[in-house]
């Protein structure tokens, strides 16, 4: 008994070595032995080798649809003008004057049941469809059984991703996170100096490099000449909480966020001790100026890193981009948009909140085949003349979707949890309003048809 | 792994849905991914609320009507049957059926769809319009907008328009005879 605990003891320290020196220390220098470029590669082949065998197997079965990605909607794109226009000129009596009729509410109710078929916003907070199978169990819908060979590789993929990748995974983030808690404080004990600076940022990089290794992530920063500036804030669509981890492996951002409790509290409070980063508490949040005015400061003193913000406020499945909050947009200074974009073929990067806690997601992340992404320095841009702060944050909404491939929805992603403004429900009132030429606001109430 | 048509199986009475609705596989498939993403909780049926989470339809004027279609009276829940047989409504119209005198109306005939319009305007189903009925769908439409008095001329004149047998109410035929054709080819489910 005792020799099989020492041997499973020996064997452990082995293995940690091999870890660490094949893994952890090429990561702090910044050194890729070529390990993950070899297993993406990999990967891309096996992948397109299934995607070839699924689709050889469905053709062989005309009988069963295939996976359409679009929706099974015909949406005509007109506007309600339009739309009512069309139905009204249509009418039995070809009115042409844009009176009221009883048909103007089948538009109304076109659009309802177009809805309830499919929405822009419900599928935003869902992960993305994939266009073909990628060997996960998670992702597998309605792909049905075509081949021993196709089963086989999926059980072998099955065994690699949890009793290969994962103990594997596990350890690089608990060395990562280690480091990072250990790491800063013992710089929090050196005086304020440009050598603290300096050590301070090689301690932070190095754990996100680590970190990054722990989820096999393989990143390709664009336009590196862009990279944020101290004294600027950098905005970026919001798809995970391992954004951070993929913005940060290129550069250092001081963190904007909320106090927590338990171990996350205590990376926090770590990492406040080596450089300023703003963590609000709970009640803080609530006001809106002394949440400004703490960021106002931060960024007016030039030697503090750049803040990182995702003014979205939460998590979107990557597809879209939806409303970035104005706030970040009001402080005033310069903004380095940053896109990122996943690709889903890998491993879904989405956390949806309302589904897994951090936990799941975690594991969920490091059992899936890798993070692969794109990350875009998008130019800087200031606030113009006679702009106002939220013209301000859809035009830099509108530059990050563009670069990422992303759709443009000015939808509030608060919509995740929240209900409809009735403000909505008055604007499409005012828009129908407007069509009905037999009103004027005449105050008398007396109806009067325009010319 | 799963297979489609062990999916199709799962759907219940899925042959005798199609056949009434003429929704293709791949359309009940799709129509029952949806029926399960809205019904949150897993419980196999809707309620209000569910489609109420559906944000665009919660910013559409008519939407809590739209929404009482699905339910029938006095039934707080909608199964996926009634679910399809409702959508199926604005499938496009069959344009080469034959006519068999003895089969059943499709469902999204010209005249069931503009049954399910009516039925919008009519919510106590006594088979007319009445002033009643008009204003009130006038009002959800217009809201805010426009003042009482300006909802009253409009319910009056729609009425005078399409009434015409004088009963200040508005019958299904008369409804009928005042909806456009185009109704029928406003269809907006992919065949």
């Known amino acids: 008994m005792e020799g099989a605990w020492e041997i499973a003891f020996v064997l452990f320290q082995v293995w940690l070595s091999i870890v660490v020196g094949l893994i952890v220390l090429p990561a702090m220098f910044g050194v890729s032995l070529g390990f993950t470029d070899i297993y993406i590669r990999v990967l891309v082949k096996t992948l397109e080798w299934a995607t070839l065998r699924i689709q050889r197997g ?35 009596k070809n009115l042409v004057g844009g009176d009221f009729t009883m048909c103007d509410a089948f538009y109304f109710c076109k659009k309802g049941i177009e809805n309830i078929v499919e929405d822009q916003v419900t599928q935003r907070f869902t992960s993305e ?30 065994f690699i991703r949890y009793c290969i990748l994962l103990p594997l995974r596990i350890t690089l983030a608990v060395i990562g996170l280690s480091w990072l808690v250990i790491g800063t404080t013992i710089v929090g004990l050196l005086p304020s100096s440009n050598a603290k600076n300096w050590l301070s940022d090689l301690v932070h990089i190095t754990c996100y490099r680590i970190c990054a290794r722990g989820l096999s992530a393989t990143i390709r920063y664009h336009n590196k000449e862009n990279r944020p500036k101290k004294g600027g804030i950098c905005v970026a669509n919001h798809t995970s909480p391992i954004d951070i981890v993929i913005l940060a492996n290129d550069g250092c951002y001081a963190m904007v966020g909320q106090v927590h409790g338990g171990l996350m509290g205590v990376i926090q409070r770590s990492m406040v001790l080596s450089c300023p980063h703003v963590w609000f508490e709970r009640s803080e949040m609530k006001d809106r100026h002394a949440v400004a005015k703490r960021l106002k400061d931060h960024i007016a003193d030039k030697t503090k890193l750049p803040i990182l913000i995702f003014p979205e406020g939460t998590c979107i499945n990557n597809t879209s981009v939806m409303m970035f909050k104005k706030g970040s947009f009001e402080i005033g200074r310069t903004i380095y948009p940053v896109a990122i974009k996943y690709d889903p073929q890998f491993g879904d990067a989405f956390w949806n909140s309302a589904k897994y806690n951090i936990v799941s997601y975690l594991l969920r992340m490091m059992t899936s085949w890798a993070i692969v992404c794109n990350v875009w320095y998008l130019p800087p841009m200031t606030r113009q003349d006679g702009e106002d702060a939220v013209q301000f944050a859809n035009r830099v909404k509108s530059a990050i979707a563009h670069q990422g491939g992303l759709v443009d929805l000015s939808w509030d992603g608060g919509l995740k949890r929240e209900k409809v403004k009735e403000s909505l429900k008055e604007e499409q009132q005012k828009m129908y309003s407007s069509m009905i030429v037999a009103i004027c606001a005449c105050g008398d109430g007396s109806l009067i048809k325009k010319a | 792994m799963g297979s489609t048509s062990s999916t199709l199986l799962k759907i219940p ?86 006519k068999e005198p003895n089969s059943p109306e499709p469902i999204n005939s010209r005249s069931n769809k503009l049954r399910f319009a009516f039925q919008l305007y009519d919510q106590d189903k006594d088979g007319k319009i009445s002033r009643d009925e008009l204003l009130k769908v006038l009002q959800a439409m217009l809201g805010m907008q426009v003042t009482e008095e300006q909802l009253e001329s409009i319910a009056d004149r729609t009425i005078q328009e399409a009434d015409l047998d004088r009963d200040d109410a508005i019958s299904f035929e008369e409804f009928r005879k005042v909806s456009p054709e185009i109704l029928h080819s406003r269809c907006f489910i992919k065949v």
């Open chain 1, 58 to 92: 469905q053709k062989e079965q005309p009988t069963l649809p295939s996976q359409s990605a679009n929706g099974i909607i015909e949406k005509d794109d007109g506007s309600m003008e339009e739309e009512i226009g069309e139905l009204r000129r249509s009418h039995p």
């Open chain 2, 13 to 98: 009475n899925v042959e005798v849905l199609m056949q009434e609705t003429g929704f293709s596989p791949a359309h009940m498939i799709r129509l029952h991914d949806r029926f399960k993403a809205l019904d949150k909780e897993g419980r196999g049926h809707l309620c209000p609320q569910d489609f109420g989470a559906i944000k665009e339809l919660a910013m559409n004027p008519i939407g809590d009507r739209i929404i009482g279609a699905f339910f029938c009276p006095g039934k707080e829940t909608v199964d996926f049957h009634t679910f399809v047989k409702i959508l199926a409504h604005f499938r496009p119209v069959d344009k080469n059926r034959p």
């Open chain 1, 129 to 158: 469809e994939l266009a073909s199978w990628n060997l996960l169990t998670r992702t597998n819908n309605n792909f049905r059984y075509i081949s021993v060979r196709l089963t086989i590789i999926w059980g072998l993929g099955v």
